[in-house]
């Protein structure tokens, strides 16, 4: 295979993942050592998301092909994009905890479901719970007026109990 049809691919490989994936956070991981490298490819690798650092010049080419060009002003230097196919928040979460931990790590911007989004939102998403953490507020508060419920009738029946003692 030349080296055109690989820079092709690698092209197209680019574009599908921004255009099909759930989500994708770009960044810059200078200043990281390998051992942080590491620990952050393990953490997104155990979450499902994919990280990789592609050159800048294919991945202009693929946020063209994508209509996501407002990402080009985002890649100089060396960029990772981390990408999850099925998780919205999984990238972005696990990017921001480790930029807290390691401030070499600068979150770019990311993409959501096909639109460009900007480093606040891509925290302020961060910093949303999880999936079953959102699950789990929603059965908290279908429950609350049972709960009221049944408090306010054993507080009666208590009530009447110690009346008629």
Known sequence: MSVIEQKK?????????????????LVDYRGLNV?????????LREAGVEFKVYKN??????TAEVGL?????????????????DD?????KIL?????????????????EGSVVAVEDVKALAELPS???LLSMLLSVLQAPM????????????????QGA
Not at 35 to 43: D, F, H, P, S
Not at 57 to 62: D, E, G, I, P, V
Not at 73 to 79: M, Y
Not at 98 to 112: N, P, Q, R, S, Y
Request: aromatic share 2%.
């Open 57 to 62: 010049k294919l991945a202009r080419r693929a």
């Open 9 to 25: 691919q690698v092209v197209s490989e680019i574009a599908e993942k921004l255009r099909d994936g759930k989500s994708s956070v």
């Open 88 to 92: 919205v928040i999984a990238p972005a």
């Open 131 to 133: 999936r079953d953490g």
């Open 69 to 85: 060009t407002d990402l080009d002003e985002q890649l100089v230097g060396p960029t990772a994009i981390a990408t999850s196919a």
């Open 147 to 162: 709960r009221n419920f049944a408090l306010a009738s054993k507080a009666v029946a208590d009530q009447k109990e110690e």
């Open 35 to 43: 051992a942080e490298v590491t620990e952050l490819r393990k953490q």
């Open 96 to 112: 921001n905890n480790f930029a807290k931990e390691h401030e070499a790590l600068e979150i770019k911007a990311g993409v959501m």
